[in-house]
């Protein structure tokens, strides 16, 4: 199988239990991205996921003045990767907003098991282009693309494989437009097997 060259990344932002159907933070349709994402990791030198952290008392929630409930605590279901979800291609796992009293949205304030940032390891590794699949377009996902753009990285958001929680409708549209207006490239995720199989 053809795969894209070593200086490209497939990112998966947070595909949590949480974040999907039955989830306590559930983004419709969430868990619909799964079978694609599996599709799309063999395609990639490296596969790179990450995960919201929280603790019970974390800044972002409801009974702290936050805008959301519970999600993803630390060490709960919750926050475990959806089940269905193909591990074995990941060859990093990062995570974010692991502290009470700060929140994060973007996957560059996040941190892997040795303390090292995600751009400290993409640039270790050479890495200058960037797919990305996951949950919530309009909140982490957004915030990472964005990010990444201003870090200097090529980032490609594969909009058949991110699901947006749309507290306002039209929130993912909204997004995805700002992505685009930013520098990221907007891709369906036959367009990126097409680009392997060339």
């Known amino acids: 199988m053809n795969r894209f060259p070593e200086d490209t990344a497939l990112i998966l932002v947070d595909i949590q239990n949480d974040f999907c159907p039955g989830g306590a933070l559930a983004v419709k349709e969430g868990d619909q991205i799964v079978p694609v994402v599996n599709r799309l990791m063999p395609l990639f030198p490296l596969v790179i996921s990450t995960q919201d952290w929280h603790p019970a008392n974390h800044i972002s929630f409801k009974q702290r003045g936050g805008p959301w409930p519970p999600h993803c605590v630390q ?115 036959d367009e990126v097997v097409s680009r392997v199989e060339v």
């Open 75 to 189: 060490g709960t279901r919750g926050a475990e990767l959806h089940p269905d979800l193909n591990t074995q291609p990941i060859r990093y796992y990062f995570r974010k907003a692991n502290t009470p009293d700060r929140d994060a949205y973007s996957e560059f304030e996040g941190a892997d098991w040795a303390g090292r940032s995600l751009d400290k390891v993409l640039r270790k590794l050479g890495v200058r282009n960037l797919y990305v699949v996951g949950l919530a377009t309009d909140y982490c996902v957004r915030a990472t693309v964005l990010d990444w753009i201003g870090y200097g990285y090529h980032v490609a958001a594969v909009t058949y494989a991110v699901r947006a929680v749309n507290v306002e409708p039209g929130d993912d549209a909204k997004a995805l437009d700002e992505m685009k207006s930013k520098g990221a490239e907007l891709i369906t995720s």
